[in-house]
């Protein structure tokens, strides 16, 4: 993973809502945080972003998920992170830039928003 010191490396999504105790289901769907999910998840991941379907949470990447479910600001999520080993050089996310999905991803040029 190539490191810019003006960029976060790009961590999953999925990787930050499992710390945070978000329970992400085998389709990779999950309750939203803003706890608006009664009977259906429609929290979802895919690549290395997230998006809810069913309220105003824009989607994002993972600090984004960060800000949104922990209400931090953009500073503190960085923190966050740096905390928990995931800005640290030796962190290996759930998957790469390497694998499949992820090229694919960029190749359409996928945007959950």
């Given at each position: 993973m190539k490191k810019n010191k003006n960029t976060l490396p790009t961590i999953p999504a999925i990787d930050i809502a499992s710390h945070l105790g978000i329970k992400v289901d085998s389709n990779k769907k999950a309750m939203?945080?803003?706890?608006h999910d009664s009977k259906t998840p429609s929290l979802s991941f895919k690549g290395?972003?997230?998006?809810?379907f069913g309220c105003p949470?824009?989607?994002?990447d993972a600090i984004q998920l960060l800000i949104e479910s922990e209400k931090m600001s953009f500073k503190s999520a960085k923190k966050w992170m740096e905390d928990k080993k995931y800005l640290d050089p030796t962190y290996s996310p759930s998957y790469t830039e390497e694998d499949p999905i992820y090229r694919k991803e960029q190749i359409k040029g996928h945007k959950y928003h």
């Open positions: 939203c945080f803003n706890g290395t972003g997230f998006h809810c949470a824009e989607g994002g």
